[in-house]
């Protein structure tokens, strides 16, 4: 029979200590930080409001060509000369060739609020399944009922963690498709439909930003409210005793 795999003193002094700072904090986590930030969050999407989409509408707008002679009272300047290179016109955007076309800066903003909070549940998340994982007691057979109880556990912290990592993905999505409208804009200017898209492609992902705070939100309430309910198994899930087998 293999003989048990021992440690050395200060490296097991080392993973104890670990485990139990990891306890500590997870402990923390669910019993204060969650129900805190359950709170903080609610307020917020509050704040977020369905009334006026139309504020967070920002769309580049062709500017309108000033015909010669037609520049009102303000003093007359030489109009550079007609390009006859090519024979299709286009109307100019606002800002001129080469500027910078601004992403929609209101959703530019809420998107830079909001990340930071998907980031932080991936990371608190991280700790609670850390410390659920550690509880886990060696495989045995029988009277199992509290480890599964462990492993449901782990499970769903680790669907949360995947579940927020993919919301970050979606911002660079967001930006990369209204990119591409906005190019076809300014190659495009006088097709209307590519501006109502682009108005269309904002509107979607402010309502899709409030529905990820809404899960943030609610992902803090589900797991605060899971791991109370089955704390006991959580952190004993075998039963020492045996006078119930009798």
């Not at 930080?33 to 009334?51: N, T």
């Not at 580049?60 to 090519?86: F, H, I, M, W």
């Not at 199992?144 to 990592?165: P, Y």
Request: charge should be neutral.
């Amino acid at each position: 029979m293999a003989s048990p795999l021992k440690l050395e003193q200060d490296v097991q002094g080392k993973v104890d200590s670990f485990r139990a700072r990891i306890a500590q904090e997870a402990e923390d986590l669910v019993s204060t930080f969650f129900p805190q930030k359950l709170s903080e969050l609610d307020s917020r999407v509050q704040e977020l409001r369905l009334q006026d989409l139309s504020k967070i509408r920002s769309v580049p707008a062709p500017e309108t060509p000033v015909a010669p002679g037609t520049a009102g009272d303000g003093p007359k300047r030489d109009l550079p000369p007609p390009q006859t290179q090519s024979s299709n016109k286009v109307v100019a955007l606002p800002g001129g060739e080469g500027q910078l076309l601004r992403s929609n800066q209101h959703l530019v903003e809420l998107i830079e609020r909001v990340k930071p909070e998907i980031e932080l549940l991936r990371e608190k998340c991280n700790t609670v399944r850390m410390w659920v994982q550690l509880l886990i007691p060696k495989v045995e057979d029988g009277n199992n009922f509290g480890v599964s109880i462990q492993e449901d556990t782990v499970d769903q912290l680790w669907t949360v963690e995947s579940t927020a990592a993919s919301y970050l993905r979606r911002f660079s999505t967001y930006y990369n498709t209204r990119a591409k409208l906005v190019s076809k804009i300014v190659k495009y200017p006088q097709v209307e439909d590519y501006r109502r898209t682009v108005a269309e492609v904002d509107e979607n992902e402010y309502l899709s930003v409030r529905q990820i705070l809404l899960h943030v939100r609610n992902q803090y309430a589900t797991l605060h409210d899971v791991i109370l309910k089955n704390i006991e198994k959580i952190k004993t899930p075998r039963s020492t005793n045996t006078e119930n087998l009798y």
